[in-house]
């Protein structure tokens, strides 16, 4: 047993060399000064995709199965370790202080399990970003659901940390999880393993019931902000709010379409 902040921690929550000497106040200062970086990238991205949908036109697909399995496998491990990780300290906060500590309490930013996990998940939406070079560099379709929560899911996480605002322990795990189910069904994809369909549609489904969750985290935070007791913005809920409530339409209507509409033209 380990004891932080009086409390007694399971050896789930034991912390590793390199998660024990994270330098969170550094992390937090280095993204003070360089969140706004996170425009660069988002408008680099942007014009990268779609100059790059035009320089593929005329061009015959790229095949790229290997590295896609090598990127979608690489990003599969990193979550399901992340999930793990903030996993058990979000089921520590939850069984020790309860639901609204484990919206409010700012500890997951500088837990000795967590903090390294909530920097690296941050620092994760500028890579991920790659994800779209495969679809336009084998000319699939790309939706707008998927460039669009790209580009918002950094802006919003990188202005979001170096404030430390209420809900980030609830946010960066359900996003950990989500995508450590994602990333894996895209790796047995591109690798040729034949998956069964009922998979891709609880994923779905997980992404949709991540943003409800995301929209009742962000309307608690709000409601718990007027108390004192719940460290946040009212410009940044309010950017919360509207970023879930947008996920959460244009998932539904994904499902609909991909699942639902199809289905019955079948």
């Known amino acids: 047993m380990r004891h932080v902040n009086g409390t007694h921690v399971e050896l789930a929550l034991a912390e590793f060399g390199f998660e024990r000497r994270f330098d969170e ?12 970086k996170s425009f660069v990238f988002s408008a680099l991205y942007a ?20 590295p896609l399995v090598l990127w979608s496998l690489s990003l599969a491990v990193f979550s399901i370790i992340g999930a793990i990780r903030t996993g058990s300290y979000m089921l520590h906060i939850l069984s020790s202080g309860g639901f609204r500590r484990s919206i409010c309490d700012q500890s997951f930013y500088n837990g000795p399990v967590s903090k390294f996990w909530a920097y690296a998940f941050v620092l994760s939406k500028a890579p991920e970003l790659g994800d779209t ?51 894996s069904y895209y790796a047995a994809r591109a690798a040729g393993l034949r998956v069964p369909r009922p998979l891709a549609v609880l994923i779905t489904s997980a992404q949709i019931a991540q943003m409800a969750m995301g929209l009742t985290v962000t309307g608690l935070v709000y409601r718990w902000l007027q108390h004192g007791d719940c ?13 879930y409530l947008s996920y959460l339409l244009l998932f539904s209507r994904f499902f609909y379409q991909t699942y639902v509409r199809r289905h019955k033209c079948e």
């Open 25 to 36: 106040l550094g992390a937090r200062r280095w993204m003070q000064d360089n969140w706004s």
């Open 47 to 66: 014009a990268l995709v779609f100059g790059g949908q035009r320089y593929m036109r005329p061009r015959p697909r790229m095949n790229l199965r290997r």
């Open 133 to 183: 070079a495969f679809i336009v560099l084998r000319k699939q379709k790309l939706l707008f659901l998927h460039w669009y929560h790209h580009i918002t899911v950094l802006l919003y996480s990188w202005f979001s940390y170096k404030d430390m605002v209420a809900g980030g322990g609830w946010f960066m795990t359900m996003n950990y999880a989500v995508h450590a189910l994602m990333y």
């Open 231 to 243: 460290p946040s913005r009212i410009d940044n809920v309010t950017w919360a709010a509207l970023m």
